[in-house]
Nanobody, 115 residues
Framework: QVQLVESGGGLVQAGGSLRLSCVASRNIFSINGMGWYRQAPGKQRELVAFVSNGGSTNYVDSVKGRFTISRDNAKNTMYLQMNNLKPEDTAVYYC?????????WGQGTQVTVSS
């Protein structure tokens, strides 16, 4: 069973940056489309960025131009570079395959952006 571990979150002021990491227990990124999801308090989890198994990327409109998703297959790691953070980005961030989300959800990493 593949395990996913997210890290890199924290508390940052609006306009700041964070880089999140998602480490898998084995190399899965060449096989699956993978995405970053987030869940804010009282809201459903949403997909914000993904990279296909062929390497193409896409983003939800609210983060375009600010977030960049990337992967390093040799390190079994996926990243989310987040720049110009806004309070509305505050959420717990998770990684997983695209639907149907083949893997168990990890613990997530908390991102808190203060105004």
């Amino acid at each position: 069973q593949v395990q996913l571990v997210e890290s890199g979150g924290g508390l940052v002021q609006a306009g700041g940056s964070l880089r999140l990491s998602c480490v898998a227990s084995r190399n899965i990124f060449s096989i699956n489309g993978m995405g970053w999801y987030r869940q804010a308090p009282g809201k459903q989890r949403e997909l914000v960025a993904f990279v296909s198994n062929g390497g193409s990327t896409n983003y939800v409109d609210s983060v375009k131009g600010r977030f960049t998703i990337s992967r390093d297959n040799a390190k079994n790691t996926m990243y989310l570079q987040m720049n110009n953070l806004k309070p509305e980005d505050t959420a717990v961030y998770y990684c997983n395959s695209l639907a149907p989300n083949w893997y168990d959800w990890g613990q997530g990493t908390q991102v808190t952006v203060s105004s």
